[in-house]
């Protein structure tokens, strides 16, 4: 059986959806802190504390799993605000999992973020290998997770796979504590309110990717041949850059009376210690890494289906509060 760990994030959610798809519903075992408040049929459940290690041996044990989706961890912005939590979460849990995957022989697949790179790093096509220096906890958990991964490879020979993922747009779950959640928030709150309040400034470029493009490439990683793997920290990946001005403008070719205004916080720093761009060469060489989104297919496609849930919370609400009348 596949594992999922921290299956109602926002990577896992979509991810399960796919895994499904391929394999089947009694193939997969979505697990997080807490059951999710609407279960979805034909699919596994269950709860994990990545950070016991008694509790992630004894579900690989009891599933016979043989690979793991390892997604539980705390993002950047809440990384900083608890910077304790963030350490045990993304490090003590990412060692658990490697070395209960070392014990019970399953595949891991992990994911790294650009956060792995700091004020020092060139900004622009950011190399795979130059200076990691990150200002923030969740990137220090990144690279010492980067490097945990390479160590169990090449000491015990377990196949850990891992992309430094940039910031993920999607849909289907909201991004939590993270320093790219205003490119998600800003389509949800144009549709809702035709008005949004930036946390960063109109200029703030980043590095950025469609969460279709997020799921194929976890999976091409995975599917690939392993002797085409030659990084086994983490892979630079990346779709398109772009700023929250250029997004906000290419939301306005659908939604003509959508405004923006910038008011920066804490997490302006954070965004402006990251790359701007990232050259992703060698994923897109030995993985055959091609992401199918560019910045207007992306808008055209998440606009969509932003509206269409939102119309489908309406729904469900009204339906709620006819009940209870
Ligand atoms: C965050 O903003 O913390 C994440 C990331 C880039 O790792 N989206």
Redesign the pocket.
């Known amino acids: 059986m596949i594992l999922i760990t921290g299956a109602s994030g926002?990577i896992g959610v979509d991810l399960a959806d796919e895994l499904v798809a391929r394999h089947g519903p009694d193939t997969v075992l979505v697990t997080d802190l807490r059951m999710p408040e609407k279960l979805r049929p034909n699919r596994v459940y269950d709860v994990l504390d990545v950070t016991y290690m008694e509790s992630v041996e004894k579900i690989i044990q009891q599933h016979s799993i043989h690979t793991i989706y390892h997604l539980a961890g705390i993002?950047?912005?809440?990384?900083e605000r608890y910077p304790e939590l963030a350490w045990n979460v993304n490090v003590n849990g990412v060692r658990n999992v490697l070395e209960a995957a070392r014990r019970f022989e399953c595949r891991v697949f992990w994911?790294?973020?650009?956060?792995v790179f700091g004020p020092t790093t060139p900004k622009v096509s950011t190399p795979q290998s130059t200076v990691t220096e990150p200002g923030?906890m969740?990137g220090v958990t990144?690279v010492t997770g980067e490097l945990l991964c390479k160590f169990h490879t090449t000491h015990h020979d377990l196949d850990v796979r891992s992309v430094?993922?940039?910031?993920?747009i999607s849909h289907a779950a909201p991004?939590g504590?993270?320093?790219?959640?205003w490119a998600v928030d800003m389509f949800f709150q144009a549709v809702r309110h035709r008005h949004y309040t930036c946390f960063v400034t109109e200029n703030t470029r980043?590095?950025m990717m469609y969460m279709p493009d997020a799921v194929k490439s976890v999976l091409d990683l995975m599917e690939a041949d392993g002797d085409r793997i030659t990084i086994r920290t983490s892979y630079n990946l990346t779709a398109f850059s772009f700023t929250a001005g250029e997004l906000a403008a290419a939301i306005q070719t659908h939604i003509p009376d959508f405004s923006v205004d910038y008011q920066p916080d804490f997490?302006q720093d954070?965004?402006d210690s990251?790359p701007e761009s990232i050259d992703d060469h060698h994923a897109r060489d030995e993985w055959d890494w091609q992401p199918e989104y560019d910045l207007d297919a992306m808008v055209q496609d998440m606009l969509h289906h932003v509206r269409i849930r939102i119309e489908k919370e309406a729904a469900e609400a009204a339906i709620d509060s006819d009940l209870n009348d």
């Open positions: 926002q993002l950047s912005a809440t990384g994911p790294s973020s650009i956060a923030t969740y990144k430094r993922f940039p910031g993920i991004p504590g993270g320093t790219t959640d980043l590095p997490r954070i965004a990251w």
